[in-house]
């Protein structure tokens, strides 16, 4: 009886949980990158490039950060902003990361015991 009970409950609980992830509402990122506007695209992509050169230019940028900024151009070539928008939103995210990392471990020295 009591297995019963628990594989019941495990079973509403999975149910619950699929039926929830089906109905996640889409992110900022899916919408800006879904109207594949150049104008969005652009002003996301010089904000972003203009915080990367920042990083870049202090030590702390991330390794893949310039190549998806380098895609994004390409894709903006291709007039496919949207992918161009996602791209960059991307490259965005990398660069506020690797900013927020930077700062947190600049003063980071060797553990000593």
């Known amino acids: 009886m009591k297995h019963t009970m628990l594989i019941n409950s495990l079973l509403a609980s999975m149910v619950l949980w699929l039926s929830a992830c089906g109905q996640m509402p889409e992110g900022e990122e899916g919408a800006a990158a879904a109207t594949g506007n150049q104008a969005e695209y652009e002003e996301l992509y010089n904000k972003t490039m203009e915080d990367y050169k920042k990083v870049e230019k202090q030590g702390g940028a991330w390794r893949d950060t310039k ?9 903006a070539k291709k007039k ?10 991307e490259a965005s995210y990398e660069t506020q990361n690797a900013a927020k990392q930077f700062e947190e471990q600049k003063k980071a020295g060797p553990y000593l015991f």
Do not use: P, R, S
């Open 67 to 75: 190549e998806l900024l380098e895609k994004a151009e390409e894709a």
């Open 80 to 89: 496919d902003y949207a992918a161009a928008a996602k791209l960059a939103k």
